[in-house]
């Protein structure tokens, strides 16, 4: 699941500080083109120039904090170039945008986080394929495993903008410092970790995959990861396409080996109950237990960092941190499991593309960066202008050569199916009903 309503926390003084600096670097933002245009500041913008007085539009999820953010992160490039941004966040994004498109409303860019829906608008023929030079930058500093999700029949239509990391566990530095617990890093010290902490007397393990209409994806994390770390990328990719059932033996082996946590009552829900629980707690919540050391481990994406209240030191030697969710066989790598969005173009003027190229390029992911709460698959970010830990353990896994990326599982299948029946077939299980029954509703659910 990539794209829901995750509050944010509001960001930190310092980012604050960098934001007032960058406006005052880029200047009122009154004229359609700056003064600057020219100088020193604007060097890296020349290969843009010649479309002053222009105007473009992007639609997206991003909205609030994160969407000032994103609008300060091409600030500059507005300003140099005089193109002008007219940007529309919305929480109805994922309804409205098939309407707007199909209405003949388009905008002329959208960041659209499922690549299922990029598929949906290529094959209709609404979607404009990139321009060389964007295809160029986005081939040179985009990992092959992201631009797939972006390509249909063979075009390239999707740039990858942002991104997280779902391939998490949370816990507590402190916590397990004075317990004189070990970050295990194979799945079977995991396993031996959850034995020992459970013998304690404290549930290992926190858990909630409640959210509203979307109820029950938290879950499907789980199984994507799993099914990755027992099958491979090649099964998980067959399992996403539908080229194997849903009810495969191997799929059912991977629910099962989620279930051995997920469902075991020795090991959950600590702070919330016992398994049942899982299904009415809200995931925002379920991992908070961690700080107060009524459970110990929580996996989650690296976007949960927001959910920790104000003061919550998201560090290494702190309240809250993170570790790789480990591999299950050595023999499969080391799998990845995320998501992100992509930008697509309805339109082609010249204007649009000069956009689309930016947002590919260094300039524009190291200028987001620098303003936090943000990290990308893009090689071309500098970890040095990440600040938080969380976020550079996140791009230091996005840029792991020796890792394996697969995007979010539920985001690739029909919608009927990932934000469906795979939704609510997980609340079903964890609730109590057998794996085979489960995965056979799913089966037959999926669109003929």
Same mark, same amino acid.
């Given at each position: ?156 239509? +999707? ?33 031996? @970790? ?13 858990? +909630? ?18 099914? @990755? ?31 051995? #946590? ?8 600590? +702070? ?46 702190? $309240? ?7 591999? #299950? ?10 998501? +992100? ?48 830990? #969380? ?16 995007? $979010? ?40």
């Amino acid at each position: 699941m990539a794209v829901f309503t995750r509050p944010r926390q509001a960001f930190v003084i310092a980012g604050v500080l960098g934001l007032a600096l960058s406006a005052t670097a880029c200047g009122t933002g009154d004229d359609k083109k700056s003064s600057n245009a020219g100088s020193a500041e604007c060097a890296a913008y020349d290969k843009y120039e010649g479309h002053d007085g222009k105007k473009v539009s992007i639609y997206a999820s991003i909205r609030d904090a994160e969407a000032d953010l994103l609008e300060r992160s091409w600030s500059q490039f507005t300003e140099c170039t005089g193109i002008e941004i007219d940007y529309e966040g919305s929480g109805e994004f994922e309804a409205q945008l098939p309407v707007r498109v199909d209405g003949g409303n388009a905008p002329d860019i959208a960041f659209v986080p499922q690549p299922g829906l990029v598929k949906r608008f290529a094959d209709a023929g609404k979607l404009k394929s990139l321009g060389a030079d964007t295809k160029a930058l986005a081939e040179q500093n985009m990992p092959a495993d992201w631009l797939k999700y972006g390509t249909v029949n063979g075009t390239l239509y +999707g740039v990858p903008l942002g991104a997280n990391v779902k391939s998490f566990v949370w816990y507590s530095p402190k916590t397990f410092k004075e317990k004189g617990w070990e970050v295990p890093t194979t799945w079977d010290q995991l396993i031996a @970790l959850s034995d020992k902490i459970a013998a304690s007397g404290t549930k290992p393990w926190c858990a +909630g995959v409640e959210s509203g209409d979307a109820t029950g994806w938290p879950a499907t994390d789980w199984i994507e990861d799993v099914v @990755l770390r027992t099958q491979g990328p090649e099964v998980y990719d067959q399992w996403t396409t539908h080229a194997i059932p849903f009810n495969d033996p191997k799929i059912v082996d991977a629910v099962d080996r989620a279930g051995s #946590i997920l469902k075991n009552d020795k090991y959950v829900n600590g +702070g919330f109950g016992g398994v049942k629980s899982i299904t009415t707690t809200a995931f925002q919540e379920a991992g908070l237990p961690v700080t107060t050391g009524k459970c110990a481990m929580h996996r989650q994406a690296s976007f949960y960092a927001n959910q920790f209240p104000e003061g919550t030191k998201v560090a290494e030697d702190g $309240d809250a941190f993170a570790f790789y969710f480990p591999a #299950i066989d050595p023999a499969k790598g080391k799998p990845v499991l995320g998501a +992100g969005e992509f930008v697509v173009g309805y339109a082609d003027r010249p204007e649009v593309q000069a956009v689309q190229t930016y947002l590919v390029s260094a300039e524009y992911v190291n200028s987001r960066a620098k303003l936090g709460n943000w990290v990308t698959a893009n090689n071309k970010l500098d970890i040095a202008n990440v600040a938080s830990p #969380i976020d550079k353990l996140s791009v230091q896994i996005l840029q792991d050569k020796t890792g394996t990326f697969r995007f $979010d599982g539920s985001d690739l299948m029909p919608a009927a199916v990932g934000a469906g029946t795979f939704w609510k077939g997980m609340v079903e299980w964890l609730n109590g009903k057998a794996t085979a029954p489960v995965l056979q509703g799913i089966e037959s659910s999926w669109p003929k």
